[in-house]
């Protein structure tokens, strides 16, 4: 079965100073996506950036990339000139293939802190 | 906003009881998917649904039922709540079941059992 696992259940980074959150998954699937989830104070569910397991290529989202090492299975987050509004629960997320469903896998999520 | 409504937002009720929530997907979205989160935890999947048919089961509770309707909204039934089921409940949409269809997820329902 597939898992999802974060490490890291707190960071902290200082204000305009730069973050990665550590993400590593198993599958024995060959395609497949990958999200890195936002959750604020208000509970929502944002979506920070998504990567394609097909595409090579690194995702980018502004101030938000990722570093995906398909060999090693592993998708960290990188959070550059971090701001206040950062801070927040961030969650891994891995998009199940199997059997049609295509139901995504979370990891536990890491709290990030904003230090001004 | 993500264009999928949940109400209500917050419900407080008493172990024993049974409480329905509800999901609007997004206009156009065919699939619903039902998670839980408690405390400090990740979302967890509950079930799906696509155009009306179940698709798949994760960890479910027997006291636990959903259905989808011929408009696409959802309905998640809890019965026989225990403290435990104290979580929120999130619904996401997407437009299929596809590998790239991407889900929109709403602002949640939080349950407290008393």
């Known amino acids: 079965a597939q898992t999802v696992t974060q490490s890291q259940p707190e960071m902290s980074v200082q204000e305009a100073e730069t973050v990665t959150l550590s993400c590593t998954y198993d599958t024995s699937e060959s395609d497949y996506y990958l999200f890195w989830y936002k959750q604020p104070p208000s509970r929502q569910m944002i979506l920070v950036i998504r990567?394609?397991?097909?595409?090579?290529q690194n995702a980018t989202e502004n101030r938000f990339s990722v570093n995906f090492q398909k060999a090693a299975k592993s998708f960290s987050l990188k959070i550059s000139d971090s701001q206040l509004g950062d801070a927040a629960m961030y969650f891994c997320?891995?998009?199940?293939?199997?059997?049609?469903?295509?139901?995504?896998?979370f990891g536990t999520g890491t709290r990030l802190k904003v230090l001004a | 906003d993500s264009g999928v409504t949940q109400t209500p937002k917050h419900l407080i009720t008493a172990t024993g009881q049974r409480v329905t929530l509800r999901c609007s997907p997004r206009?156009?979205?065919?699939?619903v998917y039902w998670y839980q989160q408690s405390l400090d935890q990740g979302l967890q999947f509950l079930i799906q649904y696509y155009n009306g048919e179940e698709r798949a089961k994760g960890n479910i509770l027997e006291r636990f039922s959903a259905q989808q309707f011929p408009d696409l909204h959802s309905e998640l039934n809890l019965s026989s709540l225990e403290l435990g089921d104290s979580a929120l409940y999130f619904c996401?949409?997407?437009?299929?079941?596809?590998?790239?269809?991407?889900?929109?997820f709403g602002p949640g329902t939080r349950l407290t059992v008393t």
């Open positions: 990567q394609e397991a097909y595409k090579q």
């Open positions: 996401a949409s997407s437009v299929g079941t596809g590998v790239s269809y991407e889900q929109y």
């Open positions: 997320a891995y998009r199940d293939t199997t059997s049609g469903t295509y139901k995504y896998i």
């Open positions: 206009s156009g979205d065919l699939s």
